[in-house]
């Protein structure tokens, strides 16, 4: 493969492999508000009518090339949750679970 010869699959897929390299070394902890922030872009990139790339999209709209890293991270964010226990307090402290499934 020559220098520079790259795709973006390729380049997501590095970026999960070593993002994960940091969760499992404990370096990443959880953060809802992040988790939050990058659910909000996936949800805006698959409602927009764009790929965000046009100069008259609003600022506010997420170029379809950037999705691999929304997800990317979203799975980090979770996956940092749950080894963490804080997702088992989420759960715990929910009482009535505020309508969410638990499983049982």
């Known amino acids: 493969m020559a220098k520079g010869d790259f795709n973006t699959r390729r380049l997501d ?13 404990g370096m990443v902890k959880p953060n809802i508000p992040a988790l939050k922030e990058y659910c909000d872009q996936l949800r805006q ?18 170029e379809f090339g950037d999705i691999g ?4 991270s979203i799975v980090i964010e979770a996956m940092a949750l749950y080894l963490s ?16 499934h638990t499983g049982t």
């Open 13 to 25: 897929e590095g970026q999960l492999d070593l993002m994960f390299s940091f969760l499992r070394a």
């Open 85 to 100: 226990g804080a997702l088992d307090k989420i759960e715990q402290d929910g009482g009535d679970n505020n309508g969410y």
């Open 45 to 62: 990139a698959m409602i927009q009518k764009t790929a965000g790339q046009r100069a008259d999209d609003p600022e506010f709209y997420v």
């Open 69 to 72: 890293t929304i997800i990317n």
